[in-house]
């Protein structure tokens, strides 16, 4: 990690503390959308059983929306013109994004579970650190993913459009609705492919099976895959002659 | 001064080319800016300054012709001796004007806590915003916000310095000041590319290239490209016409 990286990070944890609306918006948001899923789920044994897919969903879909809509602010007000003439290189960039934001993202995501278990007694078996570990994970796939679509998109139009193209379809193949091993074999074929799937797996292994890190190997290994290949990508699109 | 111990033309431009797409932007444009000036890019919207300067910082990749900047390839590496001033003020909009000068100056790897709170201070009072280094960028006014962007953009004390359309929008006050601040960067050794359309500020520069449809149509001082209209008091707006024409004509036949 270069020290530029580092510079970066800092920069977008300052810009953040500084803009307290969003600051509030951040910790406030996860929890008006935890308390309607405890309102609307009123069988308890259901919602022990729903909640560690929500929780996998709504930290893919914050990390994804915070960082990707944030990176689209860089190029439209034109300092990420400015960084990229200057010595910091496109992974220092995208490095630098996924540090900064994933602070933020870690917030919402101890928000959103620490919120379930204690107001809504959402039970789970397995450790409590083994499964902020495996959040965090989480976490860091939806930021990388935030910052590839939005290194894609040219304008703020384009990134919304993205938001329904990307996170809506994995939440209705993730196994929240439907088991995903019920669902027509193509679909299967397509959920498997989706980290969101990876992420509500392994989750519900740690949460209502008890199992530990070392039993979700898989699911781990995909959602890490997923984050170093789109942080590659991310620097590898964000060409210089692009601006 | 600023840090380069390079003693040629501080950029030299070949036979330059570059298309959007279909539109060629850029049409064979060949220039050499010597080093320690303030040279002028003036032309009207559209004429290919903020393609050329673009590509100079290396932003764009050029499609034919060569760039030398301070004698070598615009690139990462070389451009810690290159500031850049783009068009928009490009501010992050909630940090004050000292976080912002201040990240660009890390960026730009001034790692020496000491000396880099001292430049910090020392280009925003340059300035003239020590006043205001603790508001948000957002709450800055528009020559506010321009004067910060230039301190962004030469808080490294880079040998060259590119400025795209660095007064646009600015009060005459404002402009009368920045180009005393340029005046100074000249003085230190720096070299100043300064794109605009407007002839106050070419009267300014101590070399101008007027440019067109993505060509250089006439190069010189202020006062060489007056004299060549023929008039004995010709502005610089006449002298830009009188290329104007003499490159229709030049075309028809």
Redesign the interface.
């Known amino acids: 990690m270069s020290?530029?990286t580092l510079?970066?990070a800092g920069?977008i944890i300052?810009?953040?503390v500084?803009?307290r609306r969003t600051l509030i918006l951040i910790a406030v948001v996860p929890l008006v959308i935890a308390s309607l899923v405890g309102v609307s789920v009123p069988d308890k044994r259901i919602l022990d059983y729903t909640a560690p897919a929500i929780l996998a969903v709504l930290i893919l879909f914050f990390g994804f929306l915070l960082t990707g809509i944030s990176f689209l602010r860089e190029r439209s007000?034109?300092?990420l013109?400015?960084?990229?003439?200057?010595?910091?290189?496109r992974l220092d960039i995208v490095g630098g994004y996924l540090l900064g934001f994933l602070l933020f993202a870690v917030v919402q995501t101890m928000v959103l579970f620490f919120y379930l278990i204690l107001a809504f007694k959402v039970n789970y078996y397995g450790d409590l650190w083994q499964i902020l570990v495996f959040q965090v994970l989480i976490g860091i796939g939806a930021v990388c993913m935030g910052t590839f679509f939005s290194v894609l998109a040219k304008n703020e139009f384009q990134m919304v459009q993205f938001i329904p193209m990307i996170i809506v379809p994995q939440m209705f193949l993730c196994g929240l609705l439907w088991p995903v091993n019920q669902m027509p074999e193509y679909l299967q074929w397509l959920a498997n492919a989706l980290p969101m799937t990876y992420g509500v797996e392994g989750i519900r292994a740690l949460m209502l099976q008890g199992q530990n890190l070392l039993d979700i190997g898989k699911e781990i290994g995909v959602l890490a895959a997923y984050a170093v290949g789109l942080l590659i990508l991310s620097a590898i699109t964000l060409r210089?002659?692009t601006? | 001064m600023p840090a380069s111990s390079f003693s040629g033309p501080a950029v030299e431009v070949d036979r330059l080319s570059f298309n959007y797409g279909r539109q060629r932007v850029l049409d064979g444009l060949s220039l050499e800016v010597p080093g320690g000036i303030s040279f002028g890019l003036l032309g009207p919207n559209g004429a290919g300054k903020t393609t050329l300067i673009?590509l100079l910082?290396?932003?764009?990749?050029a499609r034919a012709g060569t760039i030398l900047t301070l004698g070598q390839k615009p690139s990462?590496?070389t451009?810690?001796l290159?500031g850049?001033m783009?068009?928009?003020?490009?501010?992050?909009?909630?940090?004050?004007v000292i976080?912002n000068v201040d990240?660009?100056a890390?960026?730009?790897?001034l790692?020496d806590k000491t000396k880099r709170k001292q430049r910090v201070e020392e280009v925003i009072k340059l300035v003239d915003l020590w006043e205001h280094r603790r508001k948000?960028a957002v709450n800055l006014s528009g020559g506010m916000k321009q004067r910060a962007s230039l301190a962004?953009a030469f808080v490294h004390n880079p040998p060259l310095l590119f400025l795209d359309e660095p007064t646009v929008g600015l009060d005459p006050e404002l402009r009368v000041h920045f180009w005393e601040y340029f005046q100074g960067l000249t003085r230190g050794g720096s070299t100043l590319i300064i794109s605009s359309h407007t002839m106050d500020d070419a009267a300014h520069c101590d070399r101008l290239a007027f440019m067109r449809d993505g060509r250089v149509i006439a190069l010189g001082t202020p006062d060489e490209l007056r004299q060549a209209t023929g008039q004995a008091k010709a502005t610089l707006e006449d002298a830009f016409l009188h290329f104007v024409r003499h490159e229709e004509k030049k075309i028809v036949s």
Not at chain 1, 81 to 89: K, Q, T, W
Not at chain 2, 86 to 96: I, K, M, R
């Open positions: 020290a530029s510079v970066i920069r300052n810009q953040l500084r803009d007000q034109g300092t013109e400015r960084l990229m003439a200057s010595p910091v290189s210089r002659g601006g | 673009r910082v290396g932003l764009l990749r990462p590496r451009a810690h290159v850049y783009p068009q928009l003020p490009s501010l992050y909009a909630e940090l004050s976080q990240f660009f890390r960026i730009y790897r790692t948000s962004c």
